[in-house]
């Protein structure tokens, strides 16, 4: 499975952007797919997810800021993200899912950097 991100970019506190990753190459079902980030210093973190169901699950720190979507027949997941704060800056990964095979991908990242 490859996952190709994209969407990254530079941005001023406040502003917006939106991130895509598109899945290829899968024989079986995807289920759940979703957006981690790693800012500097720090460990890989859970930003949100999204199951094919359409449950969803959020870090708190963006809830009410960031809203996750899914195009199912396209394999595509997207990552809305307003009113973006300096701590945001991150490279954000997509991952998917696929409980056939029990394995998690991720795709290589995207970078995320909003000024002040």
């Known amino acids: 499975v490859q996952l190709v991100e994209s969407g990254g970019g530079l941005v001023l506190a406040g502003g917006s952007l939106r991130l895509s990753c598109a899945a290829s190459?899968?024989?079986?079902?995807?289920?759940?797919m979703g957006w981690y980030r790693r800012a500097p210093g720090n460990e890989r973190e859970l930003v949100a997810t999204l199951t094919s169901a359409g449950t969803t699950n959020y870090a708190d720190s963006v809830k009410g800021r960031f809203t996750i979507s899914r195009d199912n027949a396209k394999n595509t997941v997207y990552l809305q993200m307003n009113s973006l704060k300096p701590e945001d800056t991150a490279v954000y990964y997509c991952?998917?899912?696929?409980?056939?095979?029990?394995?998690?991908?991720w795709g290589q990242g995207t970078q995320v950097a909003v000024s002040s």
């Open positions: 190459g899968s024989r079986f079902s995807i289920d759940s």
């Open positions: 991952n998917a899912w696929v409980p056939v095979l029990a394995q998690t991908y």
